[in-house]
């Protein structure tokens, strides 16, 4: 079945370092799935940070990034130079595009240190 | 702005008694989620709706229900709560269409005893 896998339940990187969260990804109901990244900030809802809906392509926002690799099947997050204010707990998630029906990560802890 | 609330957001239940969680969302979406996440995992789908008076199940249906009455108003029902179901429950709303973003409600902390 259709499935995200994040291995990396917790990270921890100091301020202005760069920053990869890992994701890959297994479709096999559909070949060019929908992936996206959420975010959950401290005390606050679970909200979109970025997505791509084409093989090949890139997304970004807030100084993330990620490409979607469908050779390797993966959607990593990466960021050049995190701050404090990054600290959260981010989701991969595929959406096959022939239905509404969303898989998700088991979520990646960033912690950022001063 | 567009919101979904969820209602209530804590909740303490027995065991074998009935549990409602409601979802109320002001985006004008067609689509409604209920999500369940355990500790350390990712949301994994329980029920989800297109349009209202009809719901499908998602992934994990068994031992909850759900009702769409209008576009608005999407409900968890778990008729029987039973201690494997003692989670955070999260309601979402979308347009329909390719990529669209998933709008999630605050969360609902069951814990049943």
């Known amino acids: 079945g259709d499935s995200v896998t994040q291995t990396e339940g917790q990270v921890t990187v100091s301020e202005s370092k760069s920053l990869i969260i890992n994701c890959t990804y297994s479709a096999t109901s559909i070949a060019y799935p929908n992936l996206f990244w959420y975010v959950r900030y401290p005390g606050e809802g679970l909200q979109l940070l970025l997505k791509v809906i084409t093989a090949g392509q890139k997304g970004s926002s807030r100084g993330f990034e990620a490409t979607y690799n469908k050779e390797t099947t993966s959607f990593h997050l990466q960021k050049a130079s995190v701050q404090e204010s990054d600290s959260a707990v981010y989701y991969c998630a595929l959406r096959r595009n022939n239905n509404n029906r969303i898989f998700f990560g088991d979520g990646t802890q960033l912690v950022v240190k001063p | 702005e567009a919101a979904v609330t969820q209602s209530p957001r804590s909740k303490v239940a027995v065991t074998g008694g009935k549990v409602t969680l409601s979802c109320h969302q002001t985006?004008?979406?067609?689509?409604m989620y209920w999500y369940r996440q355990d500790t350390g995992h990712g949301l994994r789908l329980i029920h989800y709706?297109?349009?209202?008076?009809?719901?499908e199940k998602g992934d994990i249906p068994d031992g909850y229900k759900a009702s769409r009455p209008s576009q608005e108003n999407f409900s968890l029902i778990l008729e029987l709560a039973s201690l494997s179901q003692t989670a955070v429950y999260f309601c979402?709303?979308?347009?329909?269409?390719?990529?669209?973003?998933?709008?999630f409600g605050e969360g609902s902390r069951l814990i049943v005893v």
């Open positions: 709706s297109y349009v209202a008076d009809s719901t």
């Open positions: 979402a709303s979308s347009e329909k269409g390719v990529g669209n973003t998933l709008y």
């Open positions: 985006n004008n979406h067609d689509y």
